[in-house]
């Protein structure tokens, strides 16, 4: 069975700073990893999705990096702002029209 | 083209009453994830649907709760004689036949009083 885990739970920086969030997952047979951010009381945002054959994928500040055969993805996230305060949550899917295993999430919190 | 849209957004029942939540898949998408994030928890999966069709109800308690996703009209996801566990918020998402993405609507929040 899939276990997904994401580390730190919690994390606060001042605003500026580079900061890196981990997820490993245990089973490392995956179709896609996708990184998801949710705002307190709000839905889920994608970010990023990474096929099982990529190793990284970039959008704006974000860039997020995948190394299956170790069971590892790292969403680095540069020059943080206030507004990137939020839960993000990484999610693994094991074949194309499977569900989705979400982590527990990190919950961010940028201080101006 | 609008995205993945749930209603209610808030849903209050008292204990034994029956909650009915409502997904309306993006354009285009016939593939329909029902996920429960309780609080403090992380989100889990509960059903996958394709049009008239369960293909995965693992996650799906097996009592009081059950899924469509007719034809035509939206996915459904009813609750049935509602206790206080199963306050929740309860997320739809939606993907193309072919395509990886999974693209989440904003929630219902169901309270249980």
């Known amino acids: 069975k899939q276990e997904v885990t994401q580390i730190p739970a919690a994390l606060s920086v001042p605003e500026g700073e580079n900061l890196v969030l981990n997820c490993s997952f245990t089973?490392?047979?995956?179709?896609?990893l996708q990184w998801f951010r949710q705002d307190p009381g709000k839905g889920l945002t994608s970010l990023l999705l990474i096929q099982s054959s990529q190793r990284e994928q970039t959008s704006g500040r974000l860039n997020a990096s995948l190394d299956k055969s170790s069971g590892r993805s790292t969403l680095y996230i540069a020059a943080s702002q206030p507004g990137d305060s939020a839960t993000y949550l990484c999610?693994?899917?094991?074949?194309?029209?499977?569900?989705?295993?979400f982590g527990g999430g990190t919950r961010l919190m940028v201080k101006p | 083209n609008a995205g993945v849209m749930q209603n209610p957004r808030h849903l209050v029942r008292r204990r034994g009453q029956e909650a009915r939540l409502r997904c309306s898949p993006m354009k285009g998408h016939s593939h329909v994830y029902w996920y429960r994030q309780l609080p403090e928890e992380g989100l889990k999966f509960m059903v996958y649907?394709?049009?008239?069709?369960?293909?995965?109800e693992s996650g799906m308690p097996k009592e009081r709760f059950s899924a469509e996703f007719p034809k035509e009209g939206p996915s459904i996801l009813r609750i049935q004689q509602v206790v206080r566990g199963d306050s929740a918020a309860y997320f739809c998402?939606?993907?193309?036949?072919?395509?990886?993405?999974?693209?989440f609507g904003p929630g219902t929040r169901l309270t249980v009083l």
């Open positions: 089973d490392s047979a995956i179709y896609n």
């Open positions: 649907l394709q049009k008239e069709n369960i293909i995965d």
């Open positions: 999610a693994v899917r094991k074949d194309a029209g499977n569900m989705l295993t």
């Open positions: 998402a939606s993907s193309p036949p072919v395509g990886n993405e999974q693209f």
